[in-house]
C-alpha cells in the first residue's frame, strides 16, 4: 500500500521560510513525476510545483520564485523548500506522485500557517 506522508509544516511570520518533505512508501512502481498541491481555506485545491524524474520542474506562477522543489530518487522523498513567505501561502500542502500508468497517489496533508 502507497503512503506518502507529508512534513515540515507549522506556523511561521511573513518574510519567513519552511521546508516541506514528503516520503513515500510502499511503492512497488517506479516514481515517475512527483509535486505539491495546495488547499487554502475556501479555495479550490490548486497545483503549485512538480518535477518529472528527470528533474524538469515548473511552477505556479504565484510562487515562482520563492519555492524549490527537489527531489531524492534514492529515499523516494520530495521536498519544497518555501521562501519569503506570505500570508496567502497560508494553505494545507499535499504532496503528488504519479507513477508511469497513470495512477495518482497523494499524502494527509500538512498546514502551513503565515501569519502576518
Known amino acids: 500500500q502507497v503512503q506518502l506522508v507529508e512534513s515540515g509544516g507549522g506556523l511561521v511570520q511573513t518574510g519567513g521560510s519552511l521546508r516541506l518533505s514528503c516520503a513515500a512508501s510502499?511503492?512497488?512502481?517506479?516514481?515517475?513525476?512527483m509535486g505539491w498541491y495546495r488547499q487554502a481555506p475556501g479555495k479550490q485545491r490548486e497545483i503549485i510545483a512538480t518535477?518529472?524524474?528527470?528533474?524538469?520542474?515548473n511552477y505556479a506562477d504565484s510562487v515562482k520564485g520563492r519555492f524549490t522543489i527537489s527531489r531524492d530518487n534514492v529515499k523516494n522523498t520530495v521536498y519544497l523548500q518555501m521562501n519569503s513567505l506570505k500570508p496567502e501561502d497560508t494553505a494545507v500542502y499535499y504532496c503528488?506522485?504519479?507513477?508511469?500508468?497513470?495512477?495518482?497517489?497523494w499524502g494527509k496533508g500538512t498546514l502551513v500557517t503565515v501569519s502576518s
Open positions: 518535477i518529472t524524474s528527470g528533474g524538469s520542474t
Open positions: 503528488w506522485i504519479t507513477n508511469y500508468f497513470g495512477s495518482s497517489y
Open positions: 510502499g511503492t512497488s512502481f517506479s516514481i515517475n513525476a
